[in-house]
């Protein structure tokens, strides 16, 4: 790839299988992926592409049984995650590494006062007495713009937007270097999508927190995340800067997935789709996993699995036939 | 068609295959399994009949001749439990079927249509269920008077309470379901609904429910055989029995430890596969 | 937009209530509308806002509290058990959920089957019945060797699909589609929208379309009507409501839409607080307490939906006048 950066986390090859009844399921196939200090990444993918495992890779919190982790390198701030103990693995989820779940309604425990779970979190990574960490935490509830009254109130007794604020108070108690998020507005309402998109940009700039957002949103990606990676089974397909992977989309599933989304300023009578559904993840195509799908599918495509190509600085596809198309325009 | 059979053989296919893995529930089936037949073949099974008596041969340990030994009238204790069995799997059964469709119909009534009439079932439910089941099935066997069929009746309506319970509590779940909301759309009758689309896809907690009950259902017969309210003699039944034993206890144990086993390993048989099938349907129902 | 069409329904005061234990939810407060032969109504607004709950009243999948439907002319509120099973073959449904919508027990025949089945089309002749069908698989794009399969071994998509045939087995003229794409992925969402045009523009289908999706909306819908708490605060065909929305409230909801474009990032109206709770909400205007315009009239009395312009109706005491 490019010359060595000082990335904050470097995945190299990662793959990951889930053993079930119905087969071997290969949700994570050789994927690359880099994040720089203080970037934020859109991870976008449809269901099934596979983003939520990567994340729970990169947090070492796989099932296993039935998944594991079978090759790769996550090398997160210098060392390789993969190599660590229970204990040192533990250290870092929370402390160096935060996530952010979907579900606002079962992320928080419904018996356990807000405050009190946000100080948990504290209390598990830095070296404080109960009330210095329930100080911090009531803090950290006005950050996120919840009155400190209510930090000794339940889960139950907030609105999902407000319970969300919660779960990015928990996250980021501690500072976290690096911070997870996987559809954390999917179950909003628009509105209060918006609020908390808000809230997740300020909280950006302050902290200077890394970010990988998990969403299938293209209009999420573009108003909070620097760098963009298309997912599809199992692998990166595109990456790029998010202004360019906007302006100049190369992998026809990235072209695909802009088609779908109908346009708020022009009028279309019909949508272009990518024909056909998402592959078996236990049954996925040779060579390029897209390959059925594809309008500009070659013979190649199915019998080796393209590489990714920088077509230009910063620009990663996984397409050797888009790019010669791009060589041969520009 | 045959695609079509190929299809309905898939649910249970699968359902099958996830049983299989369960060692104990297998061993469970292949019990419940060897009973039906014995009960079927009995008439081939057993060397003797449960009734003849064999008064010189009486008291006498299991031999050659009788396998599991003789009682104090002689009779084949082997081919007693055999026939036995018979007894056993039709109180089971019929007392379930009859606590299963009236408990269900009950069930499905209060649950789809909730308000009063909802009230009005489960309150008589529970009336019924605030008595202990088998102090009520010997309150009801003593009413109805000595008999297989009485014992069947009593032990079934002890045990509609349950399954009202179970079937409402399966039926509420669905009722919400848009599945019934999208039948209501199309114009089907109350009936219908209930019929073909609620209940069948009721029917995993009531399978469960129905394994166990059988076991209970025969135990019940057991104890109430045992002190003497149901089966009459000469009826072979295994509590009958063990109550007939219970006499000769120091000196002729084999008359009780036969049929005593014979009760436990059904009930441990019955429980095993229910159990099994428990966890079977379950990851389907969660699907 | 010309006045000429045909009306197919109205919507007079329709109200519908829930009993709840902390008092009466409103969730349907109010309604009046109507749906043009032949047109797509969309039906927006964000949780709570009452919209599937006035599509479910309108076919009477719920009962009302109070209020008409005139369908046709008639007022089907009023109908009784015969009638309404009459129009039940003229009224249809699409739900939201292609994992709850469907029966798991009956495989995709016996799913379109059902409402063939009920009414009692093709009685005599299963041969027939199994026809129609296969027709019915063809026009929504389900593969025939489908027929026998189950609906945990399908995907999303194509029971949604499965949903759709479903709805038009009786040859319907009124489907209310009830978020039918929310549940799916983008690329198959697409597909299923492109099908619901298709069929539209074939059999000449009135939809009302509730989704919460604005872009979606926009795409499928001719007029579109936004909801707030029980009530429609705006509604005009679907250009006038994205370049002119005169409702504070439907200019916040514009402006929180993700846009996925680089160079379009503008300022949002960021909305306060929560949407309150539709339990015995207060008088006046519903959207008050998180209006920034908002004057002492608002909480005082309630706006009525005025034409304010051709075709273009709005919910608000200060509908051109707004100032902060």
């Known amino acids: 790839m490019t010359e060595k950066k000082d990335f904050l986390l470097d995945i190299q090859n990662l793959t990951v299988h889930y053993e079930t009844d119905s087969g071997v399921v290969h949700a994570v196939e050789g994927l690359n992926l880099q994040l720089g200090h203080g970037e934020s990444l859109g991870f976008v993918g449809e269901t099934g592409a596979g983003k939520t495992t990567t994340a729970l890779a990169i947090m070492q919190l796989i099932p296993n049984p039935p998944g594991k982790i079978l090759n790769g390198n996550i090398i997160f701030d210098g060392q390789n995650l993969n190599t660590l103990n229970e204990e040192e693995k533990r250290h870092i989820r929370g402390g160096k590494i935060a996530m952010i779940f979907q579900d606002p309604m079962t992320s928080l425990n419904p018996v356990i006062p807000v405050g009190e779970q946000i100080a948990e979190m504290i209390e598990l990574h830095q070296n404080v007495t109960k009330d210095e960490a329930f100080k911090k935490a009531v803090q950290m509830l006005e950050l996120v713009g919840i009155r400190p009254e209510r930090a000794k109130d339940f889960p139950h007794q907030f609105s999902g937007g407000m319970r969300q604020r919660v779960v990015i108070a928990i996250a980021l108690a501690c500072d976290p270097t690096l911070l997870i998020a996987d559809e954390p507005t999917t179950a909003l309402d628009v509105t209060i999508q918006a609020q908390v998109l808000e809230l997740m940009k300020e909280l950006k700039k302050e902290f200077n927190t890394s970010m990988i957002m998990i969403t299938h949103d293209l209009g999420v990606v573009a108003e909070i995340c620097d760098k963009v990676a298309i997912m599809y089974a199992g692998s990166v397909v595109e990456y790029a800067d998010t202004r360019v992977l906007y302006t100049n989309p190369l992998h026809p599933y990235t072209n695909g997935l802009f088609n779908s989304i109908p346009d708020l300023d022009e009028d279309e009578e019909e949508l272009k789709v990518i024909q056909g559904l998402m592959p078996d993840p236990t049954n996925l195509p040779s060579g390029c996993t897209f390959h059925p799908r594809c309008p500009l599918a070659q013979p190649e495509c199915s019998q080796k699995k393209p590489e990714m190509i920088e077509i230009e600085p910063g620009h990663f596809v996984a397409c050797p036939v888009c790019c010669n198309a791009f060589v041969k325009k520009g | ?287 | 937009m010309n006045g000429s069409r045909e009306k197919l329904i109205e919507v007079n005061h329709l109200k519908k209530y829930f009993p709840t234990k902390k008092g009466m939810l409103h969730a349907v407060d109010d309604v009046s509308f109507f749906v043009y032969e032949g047109e797509t109504l969309g039906l927006v607004g964000e949780s709570g806002c009452g919209k599937s709950t006035l599509g479910r009243v309108m076919i009477r999948l719920l009962d009302a509290t109070d209020g008409e439907v005139i369908y046709r002319g008639e007022n089907i509120l009023k109908y009784n058990k015969r009638q309404m099973k009459d129009l039940r073959k003229d009224v249809q449904i699409v739900f939201q959920d292609p994992y709850s919508s469907l029966n798991p027990r009956l495989s995709v025949s016996e799913l379109i089957a059902e409402p063939l089945i009920v009414n009692n089309v093709y009685n005599g002749s299963k041969a027939e019945r199994d026809a129609r069908i296969r027709t019915l698989m063809d026009t929504v794009g389900l593969a025939q060797r489908l027929v026998h399969a189950y609906p945990h071994e399908l995907d999303g998509g194509r029971r949604q699909r499965i949903g759709i045939a479903r709805s038009l087995a009786l040859d319907p003229d009124f489907i209310v589609l009830d978020e039918p794409v929310s549940a799916l992925d983008v690329c198959i969402q697409a597909q299923i929208l492109n099908l619901l045009n298709t069929l539209k523009k074939e059999k000449g289908f009135t939809y009302i379309f509730i989704a919460h999706n604005l872009s979606v909306v926009k795409h499928v819908s001719d007029r579109i009507a936004v909801m707030y708490l029980g009530k429609i605060v705006e509604l005009s065909d679907y250009r006038t409501v994205f370049a002119d929305p005169l409702h504070p409230y439907t200019q916040a909801l514009l402006s929180a839409i993700p846009i996925p474009k680089v160079d379009q990032q503008r300022d949002r109206i960021i909305l306060e607080g929560d949407v309150p709770s539709p339990i015995e909400p207060p008088e006046g205007c519903r959207f008050a307490g998180r209006c920034r315009y908002r004057k002492d009239i608002c909480s005082q009395k309630t706006p009525e939906l005025r034409e304010i312009e051709k075709g273009h109706f709005i919910a608000c005491h200060f509908a051109r006048n707004l100032s902060m």
């Open chain 2, 1 to 287: 068609m045959s695609q079509m059979k190929k299809r309905k053989m898939g649910n249970f296919g699968e359902i099958m295959r996830r049983l299989k893995k369960n060692r104990l529930a297998m061993f469970g089936l292949t019990i419940v399994v060897l009973l039906f037949i014995t009960a079927l073949f009995a008439d081939f099974i057993a060397p003797y009949s449960y009734a003849k008596q064999h008064l010189s041969d009486a008291f006498q340990a299991p031999n050659s001749k009788y396998i599991l030994g003789t009682d104090e009238f002689g009779r084949d204790i082997f081919s007693r439990i055999v026939y036995g069995s018979r007894i056993s799997l039709q109180v089971g059964f019929i007392a379930v079927g009859l606590a299963v469709v009236v408990g269900g119909f009950l069930g499905a009534v209060s649950g789809f249509y909730g308000g009063k009439i909802d009230n009005l079932i489960m309150r008589a439910m529970d009336i019924l269920l605030s008595i202990p089941q088998i102090l009520l099935a010997i309150a009801i066997a003593a009413s109805l008077g000595p008999g297989l069929f009485n014992l069947m009746i009593a032990v079934g309506i002890s045990s509609i309470p349950s399954y009202a319970r179970i079937v409402r509590s399966a039926v509420l779940s669905i009722r919400n379901q848009e599945f019934v909301e999208a039948a209501k759309a199309m114009g089907s009758s109350d009936f219908r609904i209930i019929m073909k689309h609620i209940l069948p896809n009721s029917m995993a907690p009531i399978i469960v429910q129905a394994t166990l009950g059988v076991a209970f259902a025969i135990l019940t017969a057991a104890g109430l055989s045992f002190i003497g309210l149901g089966i009459q003699p000469p009826m072979p039944e295994w509590g009958a029995m063990l109550s007939g034993g219970r006499g000769y206890i120091r000196d002729y144990p084999y008359m009780t430890l036969f049929p005593g086993l014979a009760i436990m390993i059904t009930i441990l048989a019955l429980n095993f596969l229910g159990d099994g099938l428990r966890d079977a349907l379950d990851p389907k129902l969660k699907r």
